[in-house]
């Protein structure tokens, strides 16, 4: 029996190739402060910064339902979070969180595109990506809220993960390697 095979497209100029990518390496850091001002609410701010060398980025070129993908260089996700959760009533907690997200190329760089771009008349085009764009598909505002019902000790009915940690200062640094794509175009 054979093996299954993909036959992605590849860049411009490459159709059928399959591109090699480099693995992603990234770094992240986080800082927060968590609050129960009440025994009904809590509170936690939280400041977050990832960088990410040699991400990957897929793209899908015009006229294919296929995709390849695409060392993008140096990406920055930075941002701030906060969250309120209140239990009004025995059982019942309620959580809203927003966050607040830049999401950054760090390089200059050429990226295929399905779009055509000035200079180029027919498919595939590159189109020129600036230090400093942002991310396509990466939401820069998220709001979220949730509502859960506590049925019995030990089990939750609502619209949202159940949620617990301890009151305090938190900051964690941690490193993490990336071998399949973040972002999408």
Known sequence: MRRPQCDLPGPPGRRGARPSTQRGHGSQLRAGLRARPTSWLDGELALFRADVSDDIFSVSP??????????????????????LASRPAAGLEARLSYTYTEATFRDNLELATPRLTAGCAASPCTQT??????LPLVPRHRLNASLDYRLAPGSASGSGPPTSGPSGFAVTRGTSSASSPTTSS
């Open 62 to 83: 015009t006229g294919t339902t296929g995709l390849f993908f695409q060392n993008v260089g140096g990406t920055r996700r930075q941002g701030v979070e906060v969250s």
């Open 129 to 134: 990506v600036r230090a400093g764009n942002d």
